[in-house]
């Protein structure tokens, strides 16, 4: 469904704990994106990839860390220096190398910080 | 910095009834803008879109305008439906300079049976 899946959808984290979410796409799609969802604010910018081995800062980069060792898969690390992780997680693909085309979305995971 | 406004936040219309979604994007540069719609608990999806050489898009029940120098676009869904409600949001992009895609804020539409 999609051709782009996040895991987990739900995620539990401790304070002072690192965590990662799992994005994969199937669609050979070279740029990769994430994004943070609060209620009230849309979409923000976390990293983009527009291709292998290379990603770019978004708006809200600090307290996040991403890898693009292949194609198909961006991992985002989410590490005990953002002070606020409570969010919904959005990966997102699109075909060229600049995100000016429609953009797929992965279902979401939802990090919640107990 | 680069922004994008979208109003109104929260907007309820009756079955049957138009609704109107309106953005301003502060970029000139823009020159791609999609609108998504996400349901509830499940994941944005591409409606439509229109690119700068345009001015008006329309597919079925839903059009897109784009005013260029105003810097405003806005979505209008006619002969609303309630499995219409949802929340929907605009974006504005650039193809050229280092992408980033700007989304609003979102607008969440109930549409009352």
């Known amino acids: 469904d999609g051709g782009i899946t996040q895991s987990p959808k739900y995620l539990f984290r401790k304070e002072g704990q690192n965590v990662t979410l799992s994005c994969e796409q199937n669609l050979n799609h070279d740029a990769m994106y994430w994004y943070r969802q609060d209620p009230g604010q849309g979409l923000r910018l976390i990293y983009y990839?527009?291709?292998?081995?290379?990603?770019q800062k978004g708006d809200i980069a600090e307290g996040y860390s991403v890898s693009r060792e292949k194609k198909e898969s961006f991992p985002l690390t989410v590490t005990s220096a953002q002070k606020n992780p409570t969010a919904f997680y959005l990966c997102?693909?699109?075909?060229?190398?600049?995100?000016?085309?429609?953009?797929?979305f992965g279902q979401g995971t939802r990090l919640t910080v107990v | 910095g680069e922004n994008v406004e979208q109003h109104p936040s929260t907007l309820s219309v009756q079955e049957g009834d138009s609704a109107v979604i309106k953005c301003t994007y502060s970029?000139?540069?823009?020159?791609?803008f999609p609108w998504y719609k996400q349901e509830l608990g499940k994941r944005p999806q591409l409606i439509i879109d229109i690119r700068s050489n345009v001015g008006e898009k329309k597919d079925q029940r839903i059009a897109v305008t784009l005013n260029k120098t105003a810097k405003h676009f806005s979505l209008h869904i006619t002969e609303t439906q309630p499995e219409d409600s949802a929340v929907y949001f605009c974006a504005a992009s650039k193809g050229t300079g280092g992408f980033k895609t700007i989304f609003g804020a979102g607008t969440r539409l109930f549409v009352k049976a």
């Open positions: 970029d000139s540069a823009s020159n791609y």
């Open positions: 997102a693909s699109s075909v060229g190398q600049r995100m000016n085309t429609e953009a797929f």
């Open positions: 990839s527009q291709i292998v081995n290379d990603f």
